[in-house]
């Protein structure tokens, strides 16, 4: 594709409920990334995938947040029974693997608990 | 650890006028350091990159940054504003633990005046 693509763009969820967040990467890239940002803060690492293996989930803050990227291109980030804390935007990256320090973001879902 | 120090929360500037970021970052050795703008409600966009060589680099929308190792500092510069460079803007160091993570800074919200 064009870019690198996210849905929802926003979500409001009641805390308790389970929520998924969707990123498809730019074609052919071969590393994912996800990133949490705090409203007024920098992004901060969760997780990376090259191809479906997850290589570093050390940024996962909790057991709750899970990700997955089954055939190597599309990833999921699950977050389960959300709490308040969980409101941030969550960005999604991708990069060629041939120079995976230049990283290409997507527009972000906006996550909202209530 | 590495970190990214971004001392400048909020930048006023005026319109024509030069501007100036400052980025200090913690790292043992030669760093991968970024600059990305986000604008409200968009992913963030790579403005440029420094890896290794000239210590002086260009990069999109006119803007420069200098790689100073006595300093370890990363200051992004553009000689004059545009109204359209209303950003957040953020200083980024790539991880060499072998996972290529970015590890962010703050942000700087700059706004330009009329």
């Known amino acids: 594709g064009a870019g690198v693509s996210q849905s929802p763009r926003y979500k409001v969820a009641k805390r308790g409920q389970d929520v998924a967040l969707r990123c498809d990467p730019i074609s052919g890239h071969v590393s994912l990334f996800w990133y949490q940002q705090a409203l007024g803060q920098g992004p901060e690492f969760l997780t990376y995938f090259q191809n479906e293996a997850q290589l570093d989930k050390s940024g996962l803050p909790s057991d709750r947040f899970f990700a997955e990227r089954p055939e190597g291109s599309v990833s999921t980030l699950k977050i389960q029974r959300t709490q308040q804390e969980d409101s941030a935007v969550y960005l999604c990256a991708s990069s060629s693997g041939r120079s995976s320090y230049e990283q290409y973001f997507g527009p972000g879902t906006r996550l909202t608990v209530t | 650890a590495q970190s990214v120090t971004q001392p400048d929360i909020h930048i006023t500037v005026s319109e024509g006028a030069s501007l100036e970021l400052r980025c200090n970052y913690s790292y043992g050795a030669t760093p991968y350091l970024f600059w990305y703008v986000q604008s409200p409600g968009q992913g963030l966009q790579l403005l440029l990159k420094y890896f290794s060589g000239d210590t002086l680099v260009q990069g999109i929308k006119g803007f420069e940054a200098e790689f100073k190792r006595s300093q370890s500092s990363f200051n992004l510069r553009k000689p004059s504003v545009h109204w359209s460079d209303a950003a957040e803007y953020f200083c980024?160091?790539?991880?060499?633990?072998?996972?290529?993570?970015?590890?962010f800074g703050t942000g700087t919200r700059l706004k330009v005046l009329a």
């Open positions: 980024a160091v790539g991880s060499t633990s072998g996972t290529y993570k970015y590890i």
